[in-house]
């Protein structure tokens, strides 16, 4: 009875991702424009990503992409959170209003920030440079192309782990808070000595998190920029993408996917035992 | 206390400075959805000078969301169908350990709530074009069954898991079977758990991009997500009527978050924190 209450999940999940990901890896070895024959090229598509300036950017993209994300939007959200618990007033509503956009598509967004913010013709910055500040589209430049694209993901990502930070710190027993308070301690003291420690599962948890998701950001790349201006907000993701669908070559596709869904499932094993480790302590 | 009042009111600051980036965006959307284009040049901060309602007509004629939000149901109800009835039935297996190799499931779906998407794409896609499934809605429900189940599962387990064993073993003593015991007693009381899992799937398949846009392809199949992105690309310069685009995409999610808050915070959070 057990097997086939959990047949009909197991076998769609495989179907759709268990299978292709296995020929994936096949695929990695052929070069395939998806009609014609496939022709088995060996490690050629390997030889031809690392030669390819491109293909590195996008890998220098997604470790800066990291970087950002393990420290910024969680510096903010554990201020926020921290905040929350010590002001303790208006806290559902703010809960309420930092959770918006995490609901909201990342289409939508992209769209607002893009046209209403970012764009020097109908936003922010067309409104700026009539007050005589000289700000530019940060989208259209190749130095700034990437960061005014995490700008957008930070944004609609630290409420999240705000409310998830919350959760976590009202957890903490008001007892030690207040026997902190009682010996004199600050706010910064409080934070850094009694609940920052406290919540150090939650946080690495969701650090991990971060770190599997930081090398799979695909849609604000792609909607922003299009992995421009001259590829230089290309990531990984959007490389294999247009690989596939832009220059039909499937073959380097698959190969540039190995590449970071390897990295992401290392991690995922990482994740997978602080899960497991946390069910069966 | 001196110290202590100032610094609430500092917290408070802060907290607001960080609601006011939150809300910032959605300002501007809602203010300049009701602009003409030549408003918004002038500026997307002012309120409007004439309200263009006209922007929601123009603006639902255009990107023929009457086709979209039926498309976007449909495959809205299949995978939210799908998912609650396979996953909640996997769930209840891995809670109670119904079957020998529980562990390896559940780490295979563990591993699934991360995977990329990228890594199986692109077989998929060639898979389904060879099979003619390309804008085919019940291809897509399908797909995103499979992307969506993983989190629903180890969503659904911690609720079964929370249910006393002691409840099903009374009603095995009556003769009530696996089965039985699933569907009679385990499910009516993890309900809410069901209900938060199909909020959660309903939000994410109306607002998935990725997959929406490389397999639904013709006008005629196009979801919201997909009807919107391709009027923002066709009028580049309508900006009122991009935003009123906009908003009739965000109104129904926005409309369940606040009769659900509760459901879509715990869900999501949960999702995420406990796998």
């Given at each position: 009875m057990g097997r086939l209450l959990i047949a009909?999940?197991?076998i769609i999940n495989m179907l759709i991702m268990l299978g292709p990901a296995l020929f994936t890896v096949v695929l990695a070895f052929y070069r395939w424009d998806g009609a014609s024959t496939p022709v088995f090229v060996g490690f050629d598509n390997f030889v031809s990503l690392l030669g390819d300036r491109a293909f590195w950017s996008a890998l220098q993209n997604n470790l800066l992409w990291t970087a950002i994300f393990l420290t910024v939007p969680v510096a903010i959200a554990l201020v926020a959170g921290t905040l929350l618990l010590t002001v303790r007033k208006g806290t559902m509503l703010f809960q309420l209003i930092f959770f918006t956009p995490i609901i909201i598509a990342t289409v939508v967004w992209a769209k607002i920030w893009q046209l209403m913010i970012y764009s020097p013709v109908s936003g922010i910055v067309n409104l700026a440079n009539d007050a005589g500040i000289p700000l530019r589209d940060p989208l259209s430049m190749p130095q700034t192309a990437l960061l005014g694209v995490a700008i957008v993901d930070i944004w609609r990502w630290?409420?999240?782990l705000a409310v998830i930070f919350?959760?976590?710190?009202r957890q903490v027993p008001t007892e030690r808070v207040e026997?902190?308070?009682l010996d004199g301690a600050g706010f910064f003291q409080l934070a850094w000595y009694v609940l920052l420690p406290a919540i150090r599962p939650t946080i690495m948890?969701?650090?991990?998190?971060?770190?599997?998701w930081s090398f799979l950001v695909f849609d604000f790349v792609f909607i922003l920029t299009g992995g421009?201006?001259?590829r230089s907000s290309e990531v990984l993701a959007t490389f294999a993408y247009r690989s596939a669908f832009y220059q039909g070559n499937f073959g380097i596709a698959a190969a540039a996917a190995l590449v970071f869904g390897v990295f992401g499932l290392a991690v995922s094993v990482v994740y997978v035992r602080v899960q497991l480790k946390e069910d069966n302590p | 206390m001196v110290q202590d009042k100032w610094a609430v009111r500092l917290g408070l600051g802060v907290l607001c400075f960080a609601a006011f980036c939150s809300l910032f965006p959605i300002v501007l959307l809602l203010l300049n959805s009701l602009k003409s284009a030549r408003e918004i040049i002038i500026s997307p901060l002012a309120w409007p000078m004439e309200?263009?309602?006209d922007n929601f007509a123009r603006a639902w004629q255009d990107a023929r969301f009457d086709k979209a939000i039926v498309n976007s149901l449909i495959i809205v109800v299949l995978t939210v169908f799908a998912v609650c009835t396979t996953a909640s039935a996997a769930a209840y297996v891995l809670a109670r350990r119904l079957i020998k190799r529980w562990q390896l499931a559940t780490i295979y779906f563990l591993v699934g709530t991360t995977a990329p998407i990228q890594l199986f794409l692109f077989p998929l896609y060639l898979a389904y074009s060879k099979l003619g499934l390309i804008n085919n809605p019940f291809g897509v429900a399908l797909?995103?069954?499979a992307i969506f189940s993983p989190v629903a599962i180890m969503l659904l387990r911690t609720f079964f898991i929370a249910i006393p064993i002691e409840v099903e073993e009374a009603a095995e003593i009556d003769g009530a079977n696996a089965w039985q015991k699933f569907t009679l007693v385990a499910l009516p009381i993890a309900w809410p758990g069901v209900l938060t899992v199909a909020l959660i799937v309903a939000m994410n398949t109306w607002n998935e991009f990725v997959i929406a846009a490389t397999f639904l392809q013709t006008a005629e199949r196009l979801t919201v997500i997909g009807a919107f992105f391709s009027l923002s690309g066709r009028y580049v310069t309508d900006w009122g009527e991009v935003m009123a685009a906009a908003l009739i995409v965000v109104i129904p999610i926005v409309t369940l978050f606040i009769f659900f808050q509760r459901q879509f915070i715990e869900g999501m959070a949960g999702g995420a924190v406990k796998g």
């Open positions: 009909p999940a197991l630290w409420g999240f919350f959760g976590a710190l026997a902190a308070r948890l969701m650090m991990v998190l971060s770190l599997i421009g201006p001259a | 309200f263009r309602w797909i995103y069954t």
